[in-house]
T-cell receptor
Framework: DADVTQTPRNRITKTGKRIMLECSQT?????MYWYRQDPGLGLRLIYY???????NKGEISDGYSVSRQAQAKFSLSLESAIPNQTALYFC???????????FGDGTRLSIL | AQKVTQAQTEISVVEKEDVTLDCVYE???????LFWYKQPPSGELVFLIR??????QNEISGRYSWNFQKSTSSFNFTITASQVVDSAVYFC?????????????FGRGTSLIVHP
């Protein structure tokens, strides 16, 4: 089984819909991150969490929210999806922020 | 301004050629960490190497080598005798302190295409 699991793997939805992307990990890491990847723009940080009670905005948090339900779970929500949120989304974990990150396989999200 | 600059958007080589992927970073921290990740066509992101700012030794791992130079703020990645399986997008990342914690920033990636 994967150490970092993202669900769903693919999602197509319509503008205005509420969407939740889920991430769970079995690595026992405190730090969890959500990124989006767009062609030519690399990985951009949306939100990060250093423990269950800690949530921080990243570079591009507008239009997104997160929930850290447990050490192992970190969900990303789009309250009202818009087409420019179409992207590949990655969840990642790390033991410490100066340690390598472990990524899920990604969620490909298309908003029509 | 980008904190991590990968100026080469795409590189195309023929198998067995050597290729160097450039990474230039910007930070005011004296302690920071640099990383390289590989993203093959299947899409997953795979960690390759981490280097801290106090360790300027170059590293070699098989056909891969990394050249860290603080004087030029660069952390370049060389693949010797490239193979088709090296075709991927490669990301350089910098982890520097922000409000007491290290936050990673990624470059935009370099797409390497190795032709048979």
């Amino acid at each position: 089984d994967a150490d970092v699991t993202q669900t769903p793997r693919n999602r197509i939805t319509k503008t205005g819909k509420r969407i939740m992307l889920e991430c769970s990990q079995t690595k026992g890491h405190d730090r969890m991150y959500w990124y989006r990847q767009d062609p030519g723009l690399g990985l951009r940080l949306i939100y990060y969490s250093f423990d269950v009670k800690d949530i921080n905005k990243g570079e591009i948090s507008d239009g997104y929210s997160v929930s850290r339900q447990a050490q192992a779970k970190f969900s990303l929500s789009l309250e009202s999806a818009i087409p420019n949120q179409t992207a590949l989304y990655f969840c990642a974990t790390s033991a410490q922020s100066n340690q390598p990150q472990h990524f899920g396989d990604g969620t490909r999200l298309s908003i029509l | 301004a980008q904190k991590v600059t990968q100026a080469q958007t795409e590189i195309s080589v023929v198998e067995k050629e050597d290729v160097t992927l450039d990474c230039v970073y910007e930070t005011r921290d004296t302690t920071y960490y640099l990383f390289w990740y590989k993203q093959p066509p299947s899409g997953e992101l795979v960690f390759l190497i981490r280097r801290n700012s106090f360790d300027e030794q170059n590293e070699i791992s098989g056909r891969y080598s990394w050249n860290f130079q603080k004087s030029t703020s660069s952390f370049n990645f060389t693949i010797t005798a490239s193979q088709v399986v090296d075709s991927a997008v490669y990301f350089c990342a910098l982890s520097e302190t922000l409000e007491g914690s290290y936050i990673p920033t990624f470059g935009r990636g370099t797409s390497l295409i190795v032709h048979p």
